[in-house]
């Protein structure tokens, strides 16, 4: 700033200077006999000196030369040291400098207003540079006009060179002067620069999350994003998640910003156990994962030092103003996490009196207008101890995790520039590895990608290949008239595969060698629509016609218990993650959801009526989702058995799934369509078209690696597969005649997949090298061969 201010000066001066005849500017030399100034020598007194601060220390070092790519020599006349100051505004009339590193010396005087300016920028250990008033007229020579300013970063080469004889001052030429500096000079006037910084007693160190101090001694670090005003007020800035050193000018990291990048990284270390190389990136840095108060409110809260952490939330930290909270955040929210845990501790510990003054004086006041929260705490007050109050809570005391979940959860409301969400970059690697996951049009590998290489399947393993057809000895298949197969599944752990139909029986096949186990027998009419198998694999509960549902043992293939009580057929059913109940769905009004244990008890019997043709849980346990016949989808909360909302289709759904990660449900339809639609907003995320609908019941279905898929029947016989997130067919084949009525993607291995149809047949899908190991002949199962036996364990692996 200040070296703007002397140029501008110059200038000024300049246009005021003595003319002579004519209005011509005088020479350079009659402007000098004009102002009258001496000479000074080489033996000219201290006092000489003072009179004359256009005078450069002679003792400046020599990277400083290097470095401000011109030297400044030792001079006998004070015209050429105006000419060279001349010459070093004009280099950069538009570049404010950092100021001489701070002292270690902090009672050094600043000088005051009326002293000459400094021209800072010029070295860490030179001499200031002062320039009298007649030298400053000396600048307003026509050969010495000011320079355009210069782009941001580019010096140019000075006017003045030192003789390489160390003689006198030379005023080169025109082309000398636009001559650029070498590249070799420039690194090394950075390097050397850079060295002096890092050994400097007077480097700045870090002072906050994220924080650190100016520090001189890197070059060309002007103020990159064109602020204005000298670089001086910088010094020793307390900021949360911004950096004041001479590292964050660094460049970017490929785009990315340096301090989060290193902050980042230094979490990532300390979680990976290194924690030497994490502090000695911090301390090389100058960057640190959280800010002081961050890290002191963190300690209260592990410790218990409640009013210490409530002090440090709201404002008695370092800044003043509390800790710097994320968008949207709620302190008021904030304080009742904390004023909870303390009152639980209290009555853990069993200090009633306290645990119930903390009730009426702390959380009461910021609960008023939420009166239940306050009822369902003091509850709690009734409890008969330590054991019974943490079973009530859901709480697993002061000496457990409690406290480490409500930092967590605290965390999530403090501003990341202050304190980083936890293990960060292996979020980051996470969401990169989906990302790729996602974009893998044929992804058949459950191992999760390398982060040396980007991911890649190739088509070669992708399902597009009948591997076997699964069918009953011929003599019971001839014995009776063609059934057919409306729905498949595969056990949890993929080993067996049920299929039921138009039939009484429930089919259970052995997928690994491709033979038929067991016939599950006992419904009294033909037609068997849905059939579960329990989390573990050890029951089967088929629904049917015969308007009932029965509970089998699947090893020994017994029926343990039956629920025969509807009046309409039970349609559909589904396990809970427990294994000890499950639930139906059923076209009797009476009776559209029910809830059973595998007593055969009913548990629970939802009151909204309506004729439920299929259900779906979410794995979370949290929806419950109801199909209609009426082109309607009842969505509940499973867990307080509420419905939650009701969502119109254009047309009659035939099926539906909800995806592995609870967020979306599969909607198949009649208009040859199925959409994806996600469960919270509500919103249609992709459709998927091609297959043929019609009025017979069609499934669809998720599958392969990572849930990667969307496949379905179709009402032509033909099997559709698409890419789920964008929406893509990866492959379409005939599967059965006259239609493909369900599907199902194995469940352990990404490359297999199973259909059924109107033909009686269940087929087994898979990649073509698989599929070439097997003869021609055992490529039809009657329920007798070993096929695993002819494929080898290497096609299993």
């Given at each position: 700033m200040l070296a703007v201010v002397a140029a501008t000066a110059c200038q000024q001066m300049h246009s005021n200077a003595p003319q002579g005849p004519a209005g011509a500017r005088l020479s350079l030399q009659q402007f000098t006999d004009q102002a009258n100034i001496r000479p000074l020598t080489s033996n000219s007194s201290i006092e000489q000196r003072e009179a004359a601060p256009g005078m450069v220390d002679s003792e400046a070092p020599q990277d400083l030369r290097l470095r401000e790519r011109q030297t400044i020599p030792r001079t006998k006349n004070a015209l050429a040291v105006a000419d060279q100051i001349s010459q070093i505004f004009s280099d950069q009339p538009a570049i404010p400098q950092l100021p001489d590193p701070p002292s270690s010396d902090t009672s050094r005087p600043v000088p005051s207003s009326s002293q000459q300016p400094v021209i800072s920028g010029v070295g860490p250990s030179s001499s200031n540079v002062r320039t009298a008033p007649q030298d400053i007229e000396r600048l307003s020579s026509p050969s010495h006009r000011l320079s355009p300013a210069q782009t941001l970063g580019r010096r140019q080469r000075s006017t003045f060179e030192e003789p390489e004889d160390g003689g006198g001052n030379a005023l080169a030429s025109e082309a000398d002067a636009s001559r650029p500096a070498t590249k070799r000079q420039r690194r090394d006037s950075m390097l050397t620069d850079h060295n002096n910084h890092a050994s400097s007693s007077h480097a700045s160190r870090p002072v906050t999350n994220g924080t650190h101090a100016v520090g001189n001694g890197f070059r060309d670090t002007a103020d990159s994003f064109g602020h204005s005003g000298t670089a001086a007020t910088m010094q020793n800035t307390t900021l949360n998640g911004s950096s004041n050193s001479a590292a964050g000018r660094l460049p970017d990291y490929f785009g990315h910003s340096r301090e989060e990048v290193t902050r980042i990284l230094i979490q990532a270390l300390d979680d990976l156990g290194y924690t030497e190389a994490a502090e000695k990136v911090a301390h090389e840095s100058g960057f640190s994962v959280e800010s002081g108060d961050v890290a002191a409110f963190r300690h209260a809260v592990l410790s218990g030092d409640w009013q210490r952490a409530e002090q440090l939330l709201c404002g008695s930290g370092s800044n003043g103003s509390g800790i710097v909270l994320a968008p949207g955040a709620d302190r008021t929210a904030m304080k009742f996490e904390l004023r909870q845990q303390k009152f639980l501790e209290h009555l853990e510990r069993g200090e009633k009196q306290k645990a119930l003054a903390v009730l009426r004086l702390e959380l009461t006041p910021i609960c008023h207008n939420r009166p239940q929260i306050i009822q369902a705490l003091s509850r709690y007050l009734m409890t008969s101890g330590p054991e019974d109050l943490r079973n009530k809570a859901n709480w697993d005391g002061a000496n457990g995790r409690s406290r480490h979940i409500l930092l967590s959860k605290l965390r999530e409301s403090i501003s990341p520039s202050s304190m980083l969400p936890e293990h960060r970059l292996a979020v980051l690697l996470d969401c990169v590895k989906q990302s790729q996951i996602d974009n893998c049009l044929y992804h058949t590998s459950n191992e999760q990608p390398s982060l040396y290489v980007d991911h890649f399947c190739d088509r070669s393993r992708f399902p597009t290949e009948v591997l076997v057809e699964l069918s009953k000895p011929a003599s019971e298949a001839t014995s009776r008239q063609a059934e057919e197969v409306w729905q498949i599944r595969f056990s949890p752990d993929g080993k067996r595969l049920a299929s039921c139909g138009?039939?009484?029986?429930?089919?259970?096949?052995?997928?690994?060698?491709?033979?038929?186990?067991?016939?599950?027998?006992?419904?009294?009419?033909?037609?068997?629509?849905?059939?579960?198998?329990?989390?573990?694999?050890?029951?089967?509960?088929?629904?049917?016609?015969?308007?009932?549902?029965?509970?089998?043992?699947?090893?020994?293939?017994?029926?343990?218990?039956?629920?025969?009580?509807?009046?309409?057929?039970?349609?559909?059913?589904?396990?809970?993650?427990?294994?000890?109940?499950?639930?139906?769905?059923?076209?009797?009004?009476?009776?559209?959801?029910?809830?059973?244990?595998?007593?055969?008890?009913?548990?629970?019997?939802?009151?909204?009526?309506?004729?439920?043709?299929?259900?779906?849980?979410?794995?979370?346990?949290?929806?419950?989702?109801?199909?209609?016949?009426?082109?309607?989808?009842?969505?509940?909360?499973?867990?307080?058995?509420?419905?939650?909302?009701?969502?119109?289709?254009?047309?009659?759904?035939?099926?539906?799934?909800?995806?592995?990660?609870?967020?979306?449900?599969?909607?198949?339809?009649?208009?040859?369509?199925?959409?994806?639609?996600?469960?919270?907003?509500?919103?249609?995320?992709?459709?998927?078209?091609?297959?043929?609908?019609?009025?017979?019941?069609?499934?669809?279905?998720?599958?392969?690696?990572?849930?990667?898929?969307v496949i379905c029947g179709s009402d032509d016989g033909h099997v559709f597969v698409w890419h789920k997130i964008t929406g893509t067919l990866v492959h379409e084949a005939e599967a059965h005649q006259p239609r493909c009525n369900a599907v199902a993607w194995h469940p352990t291995d990404p490359c297999m997949f199973a259909t059924c149809g109107d033909d009686n047949r269940v087929k087994i899908w898979s990649y073509k090298d698989r599929a070439k190991m097997l003869p021609g002949t055992s490529r039809q199962s009657n329920g007798v061969s070993d096929i695993r036996s002819l494929l080898g364990p290497e096609m299993w692996a």
């Open positions: 138009t039939e009484k029986a429930i089919n259970i096949w052995d997928v690994e060698r491709f033979t038929l186990v067991t016939q599950l027998e006992g419904h009294a009419k033909a037609g068997i629509g849905d059939v579960a198998w329990s989390p573990d694999g050890k029951y089967l509960v088929s629904c049917g016609f015969d308007r009932s549902w029965k509970l089998w043992d699947t090893n020994t293939g017994e029926c343990l218990k039956v629920a025969d009580t509807f009046e309409e057929p039970v349609s559909s059913c589904v396990w809970t993650d427990d294994g000890q109940t499950f639930v139906t769905g059923s076209l009797d009004k009476a009776k559209p959801l029910c809830t059973w244990d595998i007593q055969g008890n009913c548990l629970h019997t939802w009151t909204k009526s309506h004729r439920t043709c299929d259900i779906a849980l979410s794995p979370d346990q949290h929806w419950l989702v109801a199909m209609t016949e009426q082109k309607q989808l009842h969505v509940y909360n499973f867990a307080t058995r509420s419905h939650v909302y009701e969502l119109s289709l254009t047309n009659r759904p035939t099926s539906i799934s909800i995806s592995a990660d609870s967020r979306h449900m599969l909607v198949n339809k009649t208009d040859h369509e199925a959409v994806l639609i996600d469960i919270e907003t509500r919103e249609t995320v992709q459709k998927y078209t091609g297959q043929k609908g019609g009025q017979y019941t069609i499934r669809s279905d998720f599958g392969g690696a990572n849930e990667n898929f």
